[in-house]
C-alpha cells in the first residue's frame, strides 16, 4: 500500500496522557480516509499508550539508539519501541541533527538497527537557510541521503521513507514554494533511482515538511513526488491534523 499518501504527525517534545484523546480523535477520523495512511509519532513515553489506542493509524518514535541494548543511560533501542508498538522510526530530524549532533553516519547506524528490528524507518534530510540562499541545496541534501542510506535495500523500497523538510521551514510558518519543493524532490526520486533501481525508488515515499498546514497542504501534496507530509505542528490538534488528511485524499481522488 506504499503508493497511498503518508501523513504523519511528528508530536515532538509535546504531550503528556492528555493528549491520548486527541490520538483517539485522529484514529477515529482516520477510518473514514482509507485512501490516505496516516501515522503519529508522540514521545516515546506514550507510544505504547497511543498503540492501545489505534485500530486504524500507525504509531512510531522519533528516534532511536543504533545499538541492540547495553550502558547507554537514557537511551532507547529500535527493539524497545518496537515492543511498545512503534511500527516505523522517525531519523535524521534536523532537531537531532543540531541539538544532538548527530551526522548521517549515524542516522545510518540507526537505520540498520531499526530494519534489523523489524520497523520502518522515515529518513530526514534538508538543508538550512544560507545553503538555500547560496544556491547549494540540492547538493546539500544528496549528500545527506547519500550518507545516511544504505548502498542497497533488502525490499522494494517499501520500509523506507524520505522526508525533505528544509530547515529554516520548520516551526516557522514559511513553506518552501511549490517550484522548489518539485525541483527537490525531483532530485531526491532521480538520486533514489540511481542508487536504488526504479521500482525501489518507486516504492519509497518522498513526503514533504515544514510548516504544513490545513491551508497550505492541497497545494504542497499536489507536487510531482510528494508523497505525504511529515507534520509538527498542526499535528497536535486533531481537526487541523485530519484535515491536512483530508487535502491528501481529496487529491488522491482527483
Ligand atoms: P512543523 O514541523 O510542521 O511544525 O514545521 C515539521 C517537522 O519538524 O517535522
Redesign the pocket.
Same mark, same amino acid.
Given at each position: 500500500m506504499s503508493n497511498r499518501p503518508y501523513i504523519v504527525g511528528?508530536w @515532538?517534545m509535546n504531550g503528556t496522557r492528555a493528549m491520548l484523546s486527541e490520538a483517539r480523535t485522529i484514529d477515529r477520523a482516520a477510518q473514514r480516509y482509507m485512501k490516505v495512511e496516516v501515522a503519529v509519532a508522540p514521545p516515546f513515553t506514550l507510544i505504547h499508550a497511543v498503540h492501545k489506542e489505534a485500530e486504524q493509524i500507525g504509531v512510531g518514535a522519533q528516534d532511536c539508539h543504533p545499538g541492540e541494548d547495553g550502558a547507554h543511560t537514557g537511551d532507547i533501542s529500535a527493539t524497545m519501541v518496537s515492543d511498545a508498538g512503534a511500527k516505523f522510526v %522517525?531519523l535524521g530530524? *534536523? &532537531?537531532r541533527r543540531q541539538n544532538h549532533g548527530e551526522d548521517s553516519a549515524m542516522v545510518l547506524a540507526k537505520l540498520h538497527a531499526a530494519l534489523n528490528a523489524g520497523i520502518n524507518a522515515i529518513i530526514?534530510c534538508g538543508e538550512p537557510e544560507d545553503v538555500r540562499v547560496a544556491g547549494d541545496a540540492e547538493k546539500y541534501v544528496l549528500d545527506q541521503l547519500r550518507a545516511s542510506l544504505p548502498e542497497k535495500l533488502d525490499d522494494a523500497g517499501e520500509r523506507l521513507t524520505v /522526508?525533505y &523538510?528544509p530547515i529554516w /521551514? %520548520? +516551526?516557522?510558518g514559511r513553506v518552501a514554494t511549490v517550484e522548489d519543493i518539485e525541483a527537490m524532490h525531483g532530485a531526491i526520486y532521480a538520486f533514489l533511482k540511481a542508487r536504488f533501481g526504479e521500482e525501489a525508488a518507486q516504492g519509497i515515499r518522498i513526503l514533504y515538511? +515544514? *510548516?504544513? @498546514?490545513p491551508e497550505n497542504a492541497r497545494e504542497i501534496l499536489a507536487v510531482p513526488h510528494v508523497g505525504g507530509a511529515?507534520? +509538527? +505542528? /498542526? *499535528?497536535l490538534s486533531a481537526d487541523s491534523f485530519m484535515n491536512i488528511a483530508l487535502a491528501a485524499g481529496e487529491i488522491e481522488e482527483q
Amino acid at each position: 500500500m506504499s503508493n497511498r499518501p503518508y501523513i504523519v504527525g511528528n508530536w @515532538k517534545m509535546n504531550g503528556t496522557r492528555a493528549m491520548l484523546s486527541e490520538a483517539r480523535t485522529i484514529d477515529r477520523a482516520a477510518q473514514r480516509y482509507m485512501k490516505v495512511e496516516v501515522a503519529v509519532a508522540p514521545p516515546f513515553t506514550l507510544i505504547h499508550a497511543v498503540h492501545k489506542e489505534a485500530e486504524q493509524i500507525g504509531v512510531g518514535a522519533q528516534d532511536c539508539h543504533p545499538g541492540e541494548d547495553g550502558a547507554h543511560t537514557g537511551d532507547i533501542s529500535a527493539t524497545m519501541v518496537s515492543d511498545a508498538g512503534a511500527k516505523f522510526v %522517525i531519523l535524521g530530524h *534536523s &532537531e537531532r541533527r543540531q541539538n544532538h549532533g548527530e551526522d548521517s553516519a549515524m542516522v545510518l547506524a540507526k537505520l540498520h538497527a531499526a530494519l534489523n528490528a523489524g520497523i520502518n524507518a522515515i529518513i530526514c534530510c534538508g538543508e538550512p537557510e544560507d545553503v538555500r540562499v547560496a544556491g547549494d541545496a540540492e547538493k546539500y541534501v544528496l549528500d545527506q541521503l547519500r550518507a545516511s542510506l544504505p548502498e542497497k535495500l533488502d525490499d522494494a523500497g517499501e520500509r523506507l521513507t524520505v /522526508a525533505y &523538510e528544509p530547515i529554516w /521551514a %520548520i +516551526g516557522t510558518g514559511r513553506v518552501a514554494t511549490v517550484e522548489d519543493i518539485e525541483a527537490m524532490h525531483g532530485a531526491i526520486y532521480a538520486f533514489l533511482k540511481a542508487r536504488f533501481g526504479e521500482e525501489a525508488a518507486q516504492g519509497i515515499r518522498i513526503l514533504y515538511g +515544514g *510548516s504544513v @498546514k490545513p491551508e497550505n497542504a492541497r497545494e504542497i501534496l499536489a507536487v510531482p513526488h510528494v508523497g505525504g507530509a511529515l507534520v +509538527g +505542528g /498542526a *499535528s497536535l490538534s486533531a481537526d487541523s491534523f485530519m484535515n491536512i488528511a483530508l487535502a491528501a485524499g481529496e487529491i488522491e481522488e482527483q
